[in-house]
T-cell receptor, first 114, second 117 residues
């Protein structure tokens, strides 16, 4: 079964810290992997999309890496700010999946304390 | 509009009632997805449209769930004879190209929060 797991489920850090969120997936045959941010009561905001042929993507203070062979991705957030507080979701589009739908992890709830 | 728009934002219904949830995708987007997100969980796939064609409905939990996109733009998710376990946030996403060949990202709306009493 194609599954996505995110650890930890929750994380609390002081402002200014660098941090890493982890995502693992069960099948290395993937099209792409996408990281999303979800604020309470809101939909998902796409942060980064990594194609299967890529190793990493960067946007501002965010850097996402992909290691298909080990079934892992990390989202690195540099110099965290209270405004980064949200739930971060990892989603994978697997080969052989239903018409390109994404399989999501349960998310990591991040709290950045001022 | 600039993004995916969903309405209503909140819907409360009594058990047994029918509900209809609307999604306006980004203009010109070919692909449209519906997801269901239970509290504390990640979204789970329900169904996929390429233009007006429903190519995958394998995620619909029962025959009480029905989705349509008759003109290839706006989509409606209908739930008949609602039950308490249907309470969740229903998210719609759209993407520029047909998903089978595409690496385009999916863009999500803010969702409809459905509560069944």
């Amino acid at each position: 079964k194609q599954e996505v797991t995110q650890i930890p489920a929750a994380l609390s850090v002081p402002e200014g810290e660098n941090l890493v969120l982890n995502c693992s997936f069960t099948d290395s045959a993937i099209y792409n992997l996408q990281w999303f941010r979800q604020d309470p009561g809101k939909g998902l905001t796409s942060l980064l999309l990594i194609q299967s042929s890529q190793r990493e993507q960067t946007s501002g203070r965010l850097n996402a890496s992909l290691d298909k062979s080990s079934g892992r991705s990390t989202l690195y957030i540099a110099a965290s700010q209270p405004g980064d507080s949200a739930t971060y979701l990892c989603a994978v589009r697997f080969y052989g999946g239903s018409q390109g739908n994404l399989i999501f992890g349960k998310g990591t709830k991040l709290s950045v304390k001022p | 509009g600039a993004g995916v728009s969903q309405s209503p934002r909140y819907k409360v219904a009594k058990r047994g009632q029918d509900v209809a949830l609307r999604c306006d995708p980004i203009s010109g987007h070919v692909s449209l997805f519906w997801y269901q997100q239970a509290l504390g969980q990640g979204p789970e796939f329900l169904t996929y449209f390429q233009n007006e064609a429903q190519l995958d409905k394998s995620g619909l939990p029962s025959d009480r769930f029905f989705a349509e996109r008759p003109e290839g733009s706006v989509s409606t998710l209908k739930i008949q004879r609602t039950q308490q376990e249907d309470s969740a946030v229903y998210l719609c996403a759209s993407s520029l190209a047909p998903q089978i060949t595409s690496n385009q990202p999916q863009h999500f709306g803010d969702g409809t929060r459905l509560s069944i009493l």
